[in-house]
């Protein structure tokens, strides 16, 4: 089990640019959550998978995001022409069903919009 | 509206005592609580829970307080070591709601030795 990985770690990218970011889940789970968090607060839920299936977004998750788990295994989060108030981490998250309100967490992806 | 809230932004101990993080919410349908530590450039690491059916959990040396009436929980860390220096999230779900966790703003944590 090597846990919940996210790639990149970093982003920098300009204004308008779009980015994608990967999660790989623990390989067991099937539930897989994205969650952006900004200096000085806590998480904040954008959108969550039961295996391939998107079950819920949040009004956070405008319509320039779209997140992806097309195998029921890793997903993708895209912003598509980014703006310099979508910089923050964007964490991603897995559980499984025995044990779901237990949410183990990656490193999360730093991006920062210039 | 900020269902879940940690009113202390900062807590300083000496090695060996107690540490009290307090976490306050709004929402009474939540079903289980949870806090997480963060140390900086890591994700999250998943601490302790505790089911709204039960008023205590404990595991080791962490123990969490649930006082349902007060709308009220808490983390308590004993002995506080210095490793336990981090920002400490208090996180809540509410089942019929998704599986959707709700976090506070932290608390940073800093056991001095």
């Known amino acids: 089990d090597t846990g919940v990985s996210q790639n990149p770690r970093h982003k920098i990218t300009k204004r308008g640019q779009n980015v994608t970011f990967r999660c790989d889940p623990i390989s067991e789970h099937n539930r897989l959550y994205w969650y952006r968090q900004t200096l000085g607060q806590g998480p904040e839920f954008l959108t969550y998978f039961q295996n391939e299936a998107q079950l819920e977004k949040s009004r956070l998750l405008s319509d320039r995001f779209s997140a992806e788990r097309p195998k029921g295994s890793f997903s993708t989060l895209e912003i598509q022409r980014t703006e310099q108030g979508d910089s923050a981490m964007y964490l991603c998250a897995s559980s499984s069903w025995a044990g779901q309100h237990e949410q183990y967490f990656g490193p999360g992806t730093r991006l920062t919009v210039t | 509206d900020q269902q879940v809230k940690q009113n202390s932004p900062s807590l300083s101990v000496q090695e060996g005592r107690i540490s009290i993080l307090n976490c306050d919410y709004t929402n009474s349908m939540f079903d289980y609580f949870l806090w997480y530590k963060k140390y900086p450039a890591e994700g999250p690491t998943f601490l302790i829970s505790i089911s709204s059916i039960k008023d205590k959990n404990e595991d080791g040396r962490f123990t969490v307080f649930l006082n349902k009436s007060a709308k009220h929980l808490s983390l308590h860390i004993v002995p506080s070591q210095p490793g336990d220096s981090a920002v400490y999230f208090c996180?809540?779900?509410?089942?019929?709601?998704?599986?959707?966790?709700?976090f506070g703003e932290g608390t940073q944590l800093t056991v001095n030795p």
């Open positions: 996180a809540a779900l509410q089942e019929t709601s998704g599986s959707r966790l709700t």
